[in-house]
């Protein structure tokens, strides 16, 4: 067991779960205003595909991040108007919508099946440049990566540091008072859903233009779902959501690590952990008022007129 | 105008509303398929003269239809209480590999000890896997949605470590070996269509008989409308809401023992294809009740069967009939606003 082999294994790690925070930031956001959205998934697919057919076609891969954010945050906005304007059940909605992203997805990356694409440039950490050719493959990251940790403190800045993000928080524990106090909920409840949306949008992209670099169907493997899980075991705060992140990175390069050192371990298990270690998390908790979730979540708003 | 919507008689009027919901699905997605190039009249032409028109295709529309309104059922029952399981995805993984352990254990026992013993094993893999989100909201503890939905994929990934793990077959690590005739459920009149339909169809004149007709179904609708009160009328609140969840459970894992041992034949890495979550969106649009269970079962049905045909009439994926599947559930989801006018 080489020091090589232990920084390929975090390397590789790091690929892997850099799409969930950005996923899971999304998904802050969302529930931070009010909404569950279990479409997640479907999202993910649609901003994966259609980051990667835009990248085929333009053969510009910051233009297929843009194309995946903006799909993940119009996506989002046909979901906001099923439980905002249409006041339909948020979950019985989101899950439409995840078999809507199952469609669309497959149908928009039907001719892409198989083609490659010149992914986002990896560029070597700063100050490493003096390592020998097998260890700096190691240090390239994308610009997504580099970006990642930043992002988090920029959400968490927007959440709690600014009246955008005042307001939003308020929608999501009363919205009667928000309204009493001169605030839009539809409106603050629209904007939620775009911004988490083009941050889910973000993590997809980095899926499938940065890290594996081709399209399948269903090639999210239910990321949509984790990050779910993840909104929850990082207590609805941007800055945990590194930690959750990391927790499913880790999994991941602790079954690398066991592989390369001969151990067989099931995979399948490895990746329970993150729902596992949720649950346990939430029957720590056992209903402490002092962690729970924004207190109108999942309600509807139905207005008053 | 809700006066003029008064003088139509009232079936008239659920059945024109529902045509007109089910239309609006099917231009939207033929716009969507338009847009792509392909044409969209020819894929309904086919997707309903094969799934409406033909023996065949009809028969395959109610193969289909057997696990999704035995899921739907599942989260049917706990709905009257109150609890809302978005399980049945994993219920149904559960239980189909402990049908699929009974299949493979016992398989020199001839089929009228297997089949039964196999039926009582998915019932106890669904209801173990509901036991824990209901065990834990029955004290109090934890949310049931948000657990039942996170043990979904570790459902899933189970039956896959348990899979490539211990059962692999010869040729195929993703699935088991195929099952000994004696743990296949019966086929009728030379069609796919098998003993689970049966199986579905008496749960849910069961399902309605108990909550009609029975003190367990009255107590159940009364926690559903108001658990405090249900309590102070001596109704054990606690017992009720973990049994519940366990029968919730045990529905959703005979519809895994029905898919493996009566469809596939075997058991497979990833094979209900969110056949769990079809359910729970059938349950919640037909507000658990049983006429609109079947009846949304098997529209959803002739949508899932069509989707094979895109294929071939089309040249499209057959996921993307998950579209209309998807317009379908959004017009529904979305009625009140399209066709009653919100009392100011």
């Given amino acids: ?305 | 105008m809700p006066q003029r919507a008064d003088t139509y008689p009232k079936i008239l009027n659920v059945v024109v509303r529902y045509l007109l919901m089910i239309l609006l699905a099917l231009l939207l997605f033929g716009l969507i398929v338009r847009i792509f190039g392909k044409d969209p009249f020819q894929a309904y032409k086919d997707i309903f003269t094969f799934t409406l028109g033909s023996t065949y295709g009809f028969s395959e529309v109610i193969v289909t239809m057997i696990p999704i309104l035995i899921t739907a059922l599942a989260v049917a029952v706990p709905w009257r209480v109150g609890l809302i399981n978005i399980g049945g995805e994993g219920q149904l993984y559960i239980g189909a590999a402990f049908a699929t352990w009974g299949a493979l254990t016992f398989q020199n026992s001839p089929a009228w000890i297997l089949l039964p013993l196999m039926m009582l094993l998915g019932m106890l893999g669904g209801a173990l896997w509901a036991f824990i989100p209901g065990y834990l909201r029955g004290i109090g503890l934890v949310n049931e949605t948000i657990v039942t939905l996170l043990l979904n994929s570790v459902g899933i990934m189970v039956v896959g470590f348990l899979i490539f793990s211990f059962w692999p077959s010869p040729g195929d690590t993703s699935m088991t070996a195929t099952f000994v005739p004696a743990a296949l459920l019966p086929t009728f009149f030379g069609t796919r269509i098998h003993l689970g339909l049966v199986i579905g169809l008496v749960l849910l004149v069961l399902y309605w008989f108990v909550m009609k007709y029975t003190r367990w179904g009255l107590e159940m609708r009364a926690i559903g409308g108001n658990p405090q009160a249900a309590r102070r009328n001596g109704i054990p609140l606690k017992g009720y809401l973990i049994i519940v969840m366990c029968i919730g459970g045990a529905i959703a894992g005979l519809a895994g023992m029905a898919m493996v041992s009566g469809f596939y034949h075997r058991l497979l890495y990833n094979f209900s294809q969110s056949v769990g979550f079809m359910g729970f969106l059938i349950s919640w649009l037909a507000g658990a009740q049983p006429i609109g269970i079947i009846l949304m079962s098997f529209v959803v049905a002739i949508i899932v069967t069509g989707g094979t045909l895109l294929q071939l009439t089309i040249a499209l994926p057959y996921a993307v009939i998950n579209i209309l599947l998807a317009f379908t559930l959004f017009v529904v989801l979305a009625r009140q606003g399209f066709f009653e006018r919100k009392k100011a």
Wanted: charged residues 10%; without cysteine.
């Fill in chain 1, 1 to 305: 067991m080489s020091l090589l082999s232990i920084f390929g294994v975090l390397s590789s790690a790091i690929f892997a779960g850099t799409s969930l925070l950005y996923t899971t930031l999304g998904e802050v956001i969302h529930q931070r205003s009010g909404i569950v959205d279990l479409g997640l998934e479907g999202l993910l697919l649609v901003s994966a595909s259609t980051g990667f057919a835009v990248t085929f076609e333009s053969g510009n891969p910051y233009l297929g991040v843009l194309a995946a954010m903006l799909a993940g945050g119009l996506f989002n906005m046909v979901f906001g108007y099923l439980v905002i304007n249409r006041q339909a059940n948020q979950l019985a909605s989101g899950l439409a919508m995840m078999f809507l992203g199952f469609g669309l997805s497959a149908l928009i990356g039907n001719a892409y099946v198989g083609a490659k694409i010149n992914g986002l440039p990896r560029m070597l950490l700063p100050g490493l440049s003096g390592l020998p050719t097998l260890w700096t493959s190691l240090f390239k990251f994308d610009i997504l990566i580099y970006l990642a940790i930043p992002v988090a403190f920029l959400v968490w800045w927007l959440l709690f540091r600014t009246r955008w993000g005042l307001g939003l928080r308020a929608v999501g524990e009363n919205t009667d008072a928000a309204f009493a106090s001169g605030r839009n909920p539809r409106l603050v409840r629209y904007q939620a859903l775009f911004f988490g949306g083009l941050l889910a949008g973000l993590g997809a992209a980095h899926l499938s233009i940065a890290y594996t670099m081709t399209w399948g169907e269903h090639m999210t493997a239910g990321r949509g779902f984790i990050a779910v899980a993840l909104v929850i075991f990082s207590r609805w705060q941007p800055l945990q959501a590194i930690v959750g992140a990391l927790l499913f990175s880790g999994a991941i390069a602790f079954q690398l690590l066991l592989q390369s050192i001969g151990v067989e371990i099931s995979g399948f298990l490895l990746e329970t952990i993150p729902y596992v270690v949720t649950i346990l998390v939430l029957v720590a908790w056992g209903g402490n008022r002092k962690h729970s979730a924004p207190a109108s979540l999942g309600r509807v708003y139905y207005g008053r007129e």
